[in-house]
């Protein structure tokens, strides 16, 4: 494959990735201060199925174009890095980097409980991120309470039918 042929399927999956994170943004539970979306899921197929620099790259594009005013977050909102859901939204970037850094050591998982772990691993660091902002306006307690408690199981049934899904599909 030319170089030319690497950039474009880079390019066309940096792309894509983008697109994945902005169309699973819209598919939403409303809640306040943090709507369940699918978004985590979007950004799990990228640190399982992509590989780092196009993973990240999607995640920046997509931020990016937030940053930029672009309505592209949920609710097709563009104020989002500035709200509630700004530690989430960086939490994508850890979630992709760390998934994909250990794809790169252990290889393609293609067992289930490599798959959940990397997906639990991917979850873990977006909770993590966006409870840690959230603690700064409403402290930690209150933090946990509105923006982990009502996501654990739809995040949880997310996290089962996506590594059944890939695996599946991978053998």
């Given at each position: 494959?030319?170089?030319?042929a690497i950039a474009r399927t880079h390019g066309f999956s940096v792309l ?93 998982l293609q067992n289930i409980f490599g798959l959940l772990g990397l997906n639990l691993l991917g979850s873990a ?47």
């Amino acid at each position: 494959m030319t170089s030319l042929a690497i950039a474009r399927t880079h390019g066309f999956s940096v792309l894509m990735g983008a697109a994945l994170l902005f169309v699973s943004a819209q598919i939403q539970i409303p809640l306040q201060p943090v709507p369940i979306t699918l978004q985590t899921v979007g950004v799990m197929i990228l640190g399982l199925l992509f590989d780092k620099r196009s993973a990240i790259q999607a995640v920046l594009l997509y931020l990016g174009l937030g940053v930029l005013g672009l309505p592209v977050f949920a609710g097709f909102s563009n104020i989002a890095l500035v709200g509630a859901r700004a530690g989430y939204l960086v939490g994508f970037l850890g979630a992709v980097w760390a998934m994909t850094t250990l794809r790169e050591y252990q290889g393609d998982l293609q067992n289930i409980f490599g798959l959940l772990g990397l997906n639990l691993l991917g979850s873990a660091i977006i909770y993590a991120c966006g409870i840690a902002w959230l603690a700064v306006s409403f402290g930690l307690n209150q933090a946990i309470l509105i923006g982990f408690v009502p996501f654990i199981i739809p995040g949880l049934v997310k996290i089962l039918l996506l590594s059944g899904i890939v695996r599946f599909l991978r053998s």
